[in-house]
């Protein structure tokens, strides 16, 4: 069985390696590599497989997951510039698959240990990323 949360958050960005010339990064990331930073509407999708508890008939309690999802990624990463806000992103270059890696860690940490957790994470309405801890 599986369950999934869904939540938004937005937040700019700037994909910029610190180790590479500027004429390198422009040839990598082109338009992301705005200095002045640009954003998306990122949606990200929580889901938990396991089994029914027999007692409550729940996988996990909806209203716990909404409320790790709140502490562990809305409040971190809503409204916020992912590169000078957020420490996760001090050494980490805030591409969606990073983002994704950064969400599942935080809310693996957060989670029962005997939940398989995916997060999938749309920064566009074509693009997205999904990690499942491998
Ligand atoms: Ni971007």
């Known amino acids: 069985m599986k369950v999934c949360r869904i939540a938004y958050f937005n937040s700019a960005h700037r994909l ?9 990064n422009n040839e990598v990331f082109g338009k992301c590599n705005n ?13 938990i497989e ?3 508890n027999q007692e409550t008939g729940y996988l ?4 716990i997951l909404k409320q ?16 000078l806000d957020c ?8 591409t969606l698959e990073n983002i994704c890696i950064v969400c599942w860690n935080k809310l693996s940490k ?8 995916s997060v999938k994470i749309w920064e566009t309405e074509n693009n997205l990323a999904e990690y499942s801890g491998e």
């Open 60 to 63: 996990i309690d909806l209203k």
């Open 16 to 24: 910029y390696n610190p180790e590479w010339s500027d004429e390198k």
């Open 35 to 47: 200095p002045n930073y640009h954003g998306h509407n990122y949606k990200i999708e929580v889901w």
């Open 50 to 52: 396991g089994s029914v």
């Open 68 to 83: 790790i999802i709140k502490d562990e990624i809305t409040d971190a990463f809503d409204h916020k510039n992912l590169n």
């Open 110 to 117: 957060a989670l029962d240990s005997s939940l398989n957790l």
């Open 87 to 94: 420490p996760e992103f001090k050494n980490l270059i805030p």
